[in-house]
């Protein structure tokens, strides 16, 4: 059965930075793009950032880009989140799953981001 684990949220300073990881298991890892998501307070749920199964082709939201970065170890089915220059609008609750811009795989509990002064 396949499962995501989501950890290394926090809180943090405006200006701080944060590294989100999530360890995969259940399915061939390294056969498959990895995504992050958010959920920020009254919102819903928004993709944040995507990563092919090679490490090589990535995408990030507009309100991310040039602040955060995803990146994979395939070696330990683990996909990353660096988040830098974190925000107050950053404020959400992180989640991974697998694939492109939509989830394909139930979600993991998240991890929280809490980024405020």
């Known amino acids: 059965q396949a499962q995501l684990v989501e950890s290394g949220g926090g809180w943090v300073q405006p200006g701080g930075s944060l590294r989100l990881s999530c360890t995969a298991s259940?399915?061939?890892?390294?056969?498959?793009?990895m995504n992050w998501f958010r959920r920020r307070p009254g919102n819903e749920r928004e993709l944040v950032a995507y990563v092919d199964k090679t490490d090589d082709i990535t995408y990030y939201a507009d309100a991310v880009k040039g602040r955060f970065t995803i990146s994979r170890d395939n070696a330990e089915n683990t996909v990353y989140l660096q988040m830098n220059d974190l925000k107050p609008d950053d404020t959400a609750v992180y989640y991974c799953?697998?694939?492109?811009?939509?989830?394909?795989?139930?979600w993991g509990q998240g991890t929280q981001v809490t980024v405020s002064s």
């Open positions: 799953n697998r694939g492109w811009t939509v989830p394909t795989l139930s």
């Open positions: 259940g399915f061939t890892f390294s056969n498959y793009a």
